[in-house]
């Protein structure tokens, strides 16, 4: 596929600016945070590119580079913000987005509609009673799709927005800084790097984990 074909340019989040800045984010005067090349539109306009959605909570929407409208129920935000510099490092230490987590009833039908959108699926992982197809947003080195699913269709309902991975270029600096609302850093999936979750009582209601930079 072309190597810009479905890179992720910007995503639209419920949560206010200043929920995150109260966990380390820098946020501009617009309600924008960049993580990495990744504008994250906040609170107010990104309800509003979400508003077809039936909840206000978390992820709402994305924009793809030569994407246009809906992928399976992953809607598509409208206006994307313009191009900025990249963002970061943040006072919390992050650094980029590493993947963008979503789940689906039907793995095989959200495959398909992302392949029509230039993704293509690169891993696939059982996970116990699940499954976990892995896509490049883009170029080497872009976020990481995780899509999560059970192997056997378990519903005709769209595929959403679960949450947000992202790189911090120290977790232990990470933890320090939001204490008991970050949980204890475990061993990740992938070897030899670690992870730990934001808890809800951070005050977001977009599902967030930290993750050490990959290995080089």
């Known amino acids: 596929m072309p190597s810009d074909a479905a890179r992720l340019v910007a ?17 501009d005067g617009a309600g924008c945070c960049r993580l990495g090349d990744v504008a994250v539109v906040l609170g107010a306009a990104a309800r509003a590119a979400g508003s077809g959605r039936a909840r206000h909570e978390g992820v709402l929407a994305w924009a793809l580079d030569g994407a246009h409208g809906a992928v399976d129920g992953l809607r598509r935000l409208d206006p994307v913000p ?12 992050v650094v980029a987005i590493d993947h963008v987590v979503v789940t689906t009833p039907d793995l095989d039908r959200t495959v398909e509609a992302l392949a029509a959108v230039g993704l293509e699926a690169r891993r696939t992982r059982e996970a116990g009673t699940m499954r976990q197809v892995f896509f490049r947003l883009g170029d080497r080195g872009g976020p990481i799709l995780e899509l999560v699913g059970p192997p056997v269709p378990s519903g005709d309902g769209p595929a959403r927005f679960f949450g947000l991975a992202l790189t911090t270029a120290d977790l232990d600096a990470t933890a320090r800084q939001l ?33 050490t930079p990959a290995p080089a």
Do not use: C, Y
């Not at 995503?11 to 946020?27: K, M, P, T």
């Not at 949980?183 to 809800?200: N, S, Y």
């Open 11 to 27: 995503l639209a989040v419920a949560d206010g600016a200043q929920a995150w800045r109260a966990v380390g984010f820098e946020v």
């Open 179 to 211: 204490g008991d609302r970050l949980g204890w850093a475990k061993d990740a999936v992938q070897p030899g790097r670690r992870i730990a979750t934001l808890r809800t009582t951070a005050g977001l209601t977009t599902s967030v984990a930290f993750m």
């Open 82 to 93: 313009a191009p900025g510099p990249g963002g970061g490092p943040h006072p919390n230490g």
